[in-house]
């Protein structure tokens, strides 16, 4: 399984756009092939910032959505809002505690 995060800082007047963007594709991109989960997580202290947190069945299946048509719009009008570079980890879990 293959553990997903993406910090996303958007500019201040385009967070609302955003989250109206991610509302409206949030279960298309939790019914992709791979996907079996979802988050949207908002910081604390600066509410510009964002992470996506999703759980793929594989590397191959994230690869799969990242390469797909959906992804790439999706993703194209996500970066427009942006006012800094995305941050992006791919990771397994090692232990269960």
């Known amino acids: 399984m293959i553990f997903r995060i993406v910090q996303m800082t ?6 609302n756009e955003f989250t109206e963007l991610f509302e409206s594709r949030k279960q ?3 019914n992709f092939a791979g996907c079996s989960h ?12 964002f992470f996506t ?3 793929w069945e594989s590397q191959t299946a994230l690869d ?3 390469f797909s ?3 790439k719009d999706t993703w194209g009008r996500t970066k427009a809002l942006f006012a800094a570079k995305p941050q992006a980890w ?3 879990q090692r232990h269960v505690l």
């Open 10 to 15: 958007f500019r201040d007047d385009a967070v």
């Open 28 to 30: 298309d991109i939790r």
């Open 38 to 49: 979802l988050e949207l997580w908002q910081d604390n202290a600066n509410k510009s910032i």
């Open 53 to 55: 947190y999703s759980t």
């Open 64 to 66: 799969h959505y990242r």
């Open 69 to 71: 048509e959906f992804f």
């Open 90 to 92: 791919s990771v397994m």
